[in-house]
């Protein structure tokens, strides 16, 4: 379990519609943290995304996506142009954050936590990159864009990931 003061739960957030939330408010799920792009060849990962938030959600699993404008400007648009992008093209229904860099001097503290406590230390190196958390606040895995979100080994993570 981490340290209270290195938790992944003092993290505050910000939702697509500007509403304070907090790692805290996914306590005790298993989450998938993924950085999104509406006009990335990996966009269509959001359906399956989807279908894996639909299949675990009541296992205590959940979907975070956090949309990102740092890979080939692949995110141009406002929060409300994206939640609506996603919404109607996607179905999506999982958390949505206020747009956010990974990467730089302006790491959103999110992704500072994430990189520092992944055994792959390295910078986010495009759109979809996905960091699997545990139920006890644990990142325990992580998997680059071209994982697809129905892979077996994915979904294998994410077993381990709503027992831990």
């Known amino acids: 379990m981490p340290s209270a003061e290195n938790s992944i739960y003092k993290i505050p957030l ?36 989807q279908d894996l938030y ?18 080939g400007g692949q995110e141009p648009g406002s929060e409300r142009e994206i939640k ?7 179905g999506v229904k999982f958390p949505l954050l206020k747009k956010a860099e990974v990467n730089g001097s302006n790491r959103h ?18 759109n979809f990159e996905k960091f699997l958390i545990s139920k006890s606040g644990k990142v325990i895995k992580r998997f680059r864009s071209a994982t697809d979100p129905k892979s077996p080994e994915l979904i294998q993570a994410i077993h381990q990931a709503l027992k831990e």
């Open 14 to 49: 910000l939702s697509i519609e500007s509403k304070s939330l907090s790692m805290k408010d996914f306590k005790d799920k298993a989450i998938l943290v993924v950085n999104t792009a509406s006009q990335c060849g990996y966009t269509p990962q959001y359906k399956a995304l």
């Open 109 to 126: 503290p999110l992704y500072q936590y994430l990189i520092k406590h992944s055994s792959d230390q390295t910078d986010i190196q495009w």
């Open 84 to 90: 609506h992008f996603c919404e109607v093209r996607y």
């Open 54 to 71: 639909e299949q675990f959600k009541d296992q205590g699993f959940v979907v975070l996506g956090v949309p990102c404008n740092q890979f």
